[in-house]
């Protein structure tokens, strides 16, 4: 077993592992740590694949904003385990049955490619896989491409358009006028005769 | 001794090799970081007209040894009710990304002790992973205080990641690699044509995000000390707490090395080329490693200046500071600089 064997295995026993972990614990915080910590074995997994621009954009993007955000909200909430474990039994047919079907899809589409499951063979010493994605996605993929860009900015503004309203009660402050203030607005110097 | 190394098998050797080149890279870092606390406290001692520390050791130059004795000896309290596991994983989480990510960094032409290409996006990935450090220890410490300083810090850093982030980009499209030592080498050529000049604005948004990544005074509303005790790490005593501030020390040495890396040039040498052929001074006016460390003092001297100098920022104004001004900022940079390398604009993206 070469030593790049062994890194792949462990990484992959902790991606696994990690993964198992992510529906088992109870405590949600640690569950979404499990995830994090599956997304970043993952990433390794893909570095060995020598597809590091893809590796290090997943733990760039999913552990470090998406997975954040995630746990942000989580560690805000006040969970009760007891009632999340209640529904177990009621729901586990139905998971098995998605489980079974996942699982089979996979096993099929595995064996239907079994030819070509070995390992690729390393690329060439001058391969860069970060500048062959870029070539690829602005030549031959170009319009897909920019049409995906141009999907998510809609997606991102009419987010923003959903949350975004008037709110007449809060006390914001602009901090440029808040510079420009002068001493004649806020205070007015009375003259006036002593009344003894 | 030569008849030992080579009966070794070769992946070991590999194994060997990378771990030494990483105890080069570390033994000095860490040292950097335990004179750095030194410096900060001498500096900003003068700067406030004090002596600062001077009792341990000739003008005080030990002291930093004896600060760590003392976090040694400490006893590390666990809080009640707090989470056992995440509250110790926490502070080897905000240490591993800030010391992980030097692998990438080179110190001069050709000394790195990971040349990828991604290095960039490396480093830009893992300043990310380390606000994970902070919030954990925020939640595991089961304390008000903790918790609100980690809230604070996490949405700060997610807020500065993404100026910092298009700073990076616009720093990619001017050397058009994403491997900081062709990012270096796309620079040569004297003093204006580095980087600093034609991404000038990019340069103050990169420097200040960074300090605000790093929760550095004027940002550091993630410990304010004046509302919230100590914010994340208010729980943490004796070596649990020193690893928080060997991080967060760390992290500020990381954010000067790359700006000087990205903006500044490097190993490179401000003078012209013929001068490094001058005899004696010529190894000093030429490129080489000083030049990298002389500047990278400098920008760690300004995290230093910037504590002394300003007053904490008010909680809103940094979400302004992050979203309204430095985002649109980058994002017309962005746009000028894709005019400038369509044009080949002289010097720098031609």
């Given at each position: 077993m ?15 592992l ?16 499990s ?18 621009f ?33 529904g ?9 049955v ?8 996979l ?6 490619r079994?030819?070509?499951v070995?390992?690729?063979?390393p ?9 062959a994605?870029?070539?690829a ?7 897909p ?19 975004l ?12 006028e ?5 001493r ?9 005769k002593?009344?003894? | ?17 990378i ?6 890279i570390?033994?000095?870092l ?28 000739p ?10 004795l003392?976090l ?9 009710q707090?989470?056992?596991y995440l ?15 030097w692998?990438?960094i ?14 960039l ?13 902070v ?28 100026a910092?982030?298009?700073?990076l ?9 994403l491997?900081l ?5 796309g ?32 940002f ?16 943490y ?6 690893v928080?501030f060997?991080?967060e ?39 080489g ?22 007053p ?12 309204k ?26």
């Amino acid at each position: 077993m070469s030593f790049t064997q062994f890194v792949f295995f462990v990484f992959a026993a902790v991606a696994v592992l990690s993964a198992a972990a992510v529906i088992t614990l109870r405590n949600p915080v640690h569950a979404v740590l499990s995830l994090v910590l599956t997304f970043f074995s993952t990433a390794a997994l893909w570095l060995l694949a020598e597809a590091e621009f893809l590796g290090i954009t997943l733990v760039l993007v999913y552990v470090g904003a998406v997975m954040v955000l995630f746990l942000f909200v989580v560690m805000m909430l006040d969970i009760n385990i007891a009632r999340m474990r209640e529904g177990f039994a009621r729901y586990l047919p139905f998971g098995l049955v998605v489980a079974l079907i996942m699982g089979a899809e996979l096993v099929l589409y595995v064996l239907s490619r079994a030819p070509d499951v070995a390992p690729p063979a390393p690329a060439a010493a001058g391969y860069s896989n970060t500048q062959a994605l870029g070539e690829a996605l602005y030549t031959q993929y170009l319009y897909p491409f920019e049409i995906a860009a141009a999907i998510l900015l809609v997606s991102i503004i009419a987010a923003i358009a959903l949350t975004l309203r008037r709110r007449p009660d809060t006390k914001y402050l602009n901090p440029a006028e808040q510079i420009r203030v002068r001493r004649a607005e806020r205070v007015r110097l009375v003259k006036m005769k002593s009344e003894s | 001794m030569m008849e030992l190394w080579t009966s070794l098998p070769e992946d070991l050797r590999t194994v060997v090799v990378i771990l030494l080149k990483i105890v080069v890279i570390l033994v000095p870092l860490m040292t950097a970081v335990a004179y750095t606390t030194f410096a900060e406290r001498k500096i900003i001692g003068y700067m406030q007209v004090r002596l600062g520390p001077n009792r341990v050791g000739p003008k005080g130059w030990l002291q930093p040894i004896a600060d760590a004795l003392k976090l040694l000896f400490k006893e590390v309290v666990v809080p009640t009710q707090s989470d056992r596991y995440l509250f110790f994983i926490a502070p080897v989480l905000s240490l591993g990304p800030s010391l992980a990510a030097w692998a990438v960094i080179p110190f001069n032409d050709g000394w790195v002790l990971a040349d990828v290409d991604a290095g960039l996006l490396y480093v830009l990935a893992l300043t990310s992973v380390g606000v994970y450090g902070v919030i954990i220890a925020g939640w595991a410490s089961n304390s008000k205080y903790a918790l609100l300083g980690a809230m604070r810090s996490a949405a700060q850093i997610v807020a500065y990641e993404i100026a910092m982030g298009f700073a990076l980009v616009c720093v990619l499209m001017a050397a058009g690699s994403l491997n900081l030592g062709d990012i270096v080498r796309g620079q040569t050529g004297g003093l204006l044509h580095w980087y600093w000049l034609p991404l000038l604005p990019i340069f103050g948004v990169y420097f200040i995000s960074g300090v605000a990544e790093t929760n550095r005074a004027p940002f550091d509303v993630a410990e304010g000390e004046s509302e919230i005790v100590a914010g994340f790490h208010v729980e943490y005593s004796g070596m649990a707490f020193a690893v928080f501030f060997l991080a967060e020390y760390a992290n500020m040495i990381l954010i000067s090395a790359l700006t000087a890396l990205m903006f500044w040039g490097g190993w490179l040498s401000p003078f012209p080329s013929a001068w490094a052929e001058w005899p004696v001074v010529g190894v000093v006016l030429g490129d080489g490693l000083h030049w990298f460390l002389l500047k990278t003092s400098f920008f760690l001297f300004c995290f230093l200046w910037f504590r002394a100098t300003f007053p904490r920022y008010r909680y809103d104004q940094i979400m302004r500071l992050g979203w309204k001004v430095f985002i649109p900022v980058t994002l017309v940079w962005i746009f000028l600089e894709g005019v400038a390398v369509a044009l080949k604009l002289e010097p720098w993206f031609a």
